[in-house]
């Protein structure tokens, strides 16, 4: 018989033996060594089932296949355009892959997206060495003018998101903001300024609080407490 | 004469004063402060990021770039110059050497994970303190890593054992001196620094080794508390 030692959804920092027993099953971010499962990271353990698996708190982002994220243009080549994902890695837009529109051989490619334009984007392919490619083409998938972009922990995009996107409606709805996340950890908001900080003041509270349960309510408290900002137009 | 009592009042196997903190740096991917006794060591971790000059890159996995700097007026001697030295070179090498066993960096070829670690103020044990601090803020970096590294200094002051020699022990000038630091990692006793300045037998090395053993949980459980307090810290 297994013996689970840690609690379900308490911190293993790594080493730590999470249990110990060959009927528990070491799932993501955790290893077996011997009888027993032993964190790889420090994260938050989840108990479910016969499984025991770690959600990361902290880290930066990894390019993933099928990844909608904010990319901001670093340099504009012959042939498509080099974004800026916010991790170690830069992406590749093909002029294919960049607008529906039809581009003349030699056009001036800055007409479309010009350096530091910020646009949302979708992974189509990583290699094994971290080469990225995206592409523009989906629903959703734009140049972002206006507003502003901020970053966030990646691993907290999830829970800015929340279930079936419940959280980021929530704020959309409190501010009058026009919001998109990226899975990089890259948020575009774009409204009325006060209310911009507002959405901001918001996600920074999920952020900190993302491992907490009950995150909700607390958000909609915040958001009722502090109130939405109109200009007299 | 034999060096009978420690000067400081400690035990032959008490290490001075220990404090750590997780999270001190904001702006960096992962940080931690580490002080045993007046040695204070801050570790910033950065990445993992691009990588370059490029042809420092691996394409099978990440590396592993340390740095170690005292800051000037961080030891009770002469004013540390600012910029690295063949002693500061050495220490950043081998943390780097101490902490890589338990990382896994094989998720982000062709990139960089970045150790600063920083001395405001030191006295003895600074690598030491340094691969602790680094292996903290490793861990708050997310960073995928089997186990955490513990490490402190052993040593053998006028024919007694002692663990975490102080400035004055490690100075010591009424009889010999064996200065050993030890970087463990703690759950499964394997060695990843081992360092040794005077002379020892082996008998008593492997004496210490043992004692090392002891020490090392117990500052993994410091380790391990300043970890998971930085997520707690928003419940109060």
């Known amino acids: 018989m297994s013996k689970i030692i840690v609690q379900d959804k308490s911190i293993a920092v790594p080493g730590e033996t999470l249990a110990v027993g060959m009927d528990m099953l070491p799932g993501s971010g955790t290893y077996r060594e011997g009888e027993s499962i032993k964190a790889n990271r420090l994260g938050l353990a989840v108990i479910d089932g016969r499984t025991i698996k770690l959600i990361p708190l902290s880290g930066r982002y990894i390019p993933k296949t099928g990844d909608t994220i904010i990319c901001k243009v670093i340099d504009v080549s012959f042939s498509g355009w080099r974004l800026d994902t916010n991790s170690a890695y830069s992406a590749m837009m093909s002029m294919k892959d960049a ?38 083409k989906g629903p959703g998938l734009r140049k972002l003018r206006g507003g502003r ?15 079936q996107g419940s959280m980021v409606i929530m704020i ?21 300024p006060l209310n ?14 993302s491992h907490l349960s009950g995150l909700t309510d607390k958000i909609k408290d915040f958001l009722e407490k502090n109130g939405v900002h109109r200009t007299n137009v | 004469m034999p060096y009978n009592e420690r000067i400081d009042g400690r035990k032959f196997d008490e290490t001075r004063e220990i404090e750590a903190k997780v999270g001190v740096i904001a702006r960096a991917d992962g940080s931690a402060m580490f002080k045993i006794g007046n040695t204070w060591a801050y570790a ?29 007026f961080s030891s009770s001697g002469e004013r540390v110059r600012p910029g690295g030295s063949r002693r500061s ?12 066993p338990v990382l896994n960096l094989d998720e982000y070829p062709n990139s960089v994970v970045d150790v600063f670690i920083e001395l405001p103020q030191t006295e003895a044990g600074s690598r030491c303190a340094g691969i602790c601090a680094a292996s903290m803020a490793l861990a708050d970096a997310g960073l995928e890593m089997k186990d955490l590294v513990c490490a402190v200094s052993f040593g053998k002051v006028d024919g007694s054992l002692l663990v975490d020699l102080d400035y004055s022990e490690e100075s010591y000038k009424d009889g010999p001196v064996a200065d050993i630091p030890i970087a463990m990692m703690p759950n499964s ?32 459980e410091v380790q391990k508390k300043a970890l998971k307090e930085k997520y707690h810290e928003v419940e109060i």
Not at chain 2, 44 to 72: E, S, T, W
């Open chain 1, 99 to 136: 607008t529906s529109e039809f581009i003349a051989r030699g056009a001036n490619l800055t007409q479309y997206y010009d350096l530091g334009d910020y646009v949302m984007c979708k992974i189509v392919n990583v290699t094994s060495q971290k080469l990225v490619d995206v592409t523009m």
């Open chain 2, 44 to 72: 910033a971790v950065y990445g993992p990021r691009n990588l370059h000059p490029k042809f420092l890159q691996d394409p099978q996995k990440g590396i592993l770039r340390c740095n170690y700097n005292m800051m000037p």
């Open chain 1, 196 to 209: 911009e900080l507002l959405a901001i003041q918001a996600m920074r509270k999920i952020e900190r609080e």
């Open chain 1, 172 to 192: 959309k709805d409190a501010t009058k903001c026009n919001i998109s996340v990226g899975q990089n950890g890259l948020v575009w908001i774009d409204g009325e």
């Open chain 1, 149 to 163: 972009v901020i970053e966030v922990d990646p691993n907290k995009v999830p829970r800015i998101i929340g279930k």
């Open chain 2, 189 to 220: 006793g394997k060695i990843t620094l081992l360092q040794m300045d005077g002379e020892i037998r082996k008998e008593e090395l492997m004496e210490l080794i043992e004692k090392a053993k002891k020490v090392m949980a117990d500052i993994y």
């Open chain 2, 89 to 100: 070179k050495e220490i950043s090498l081998v943390t780097g050497k101490a902490l890589l």
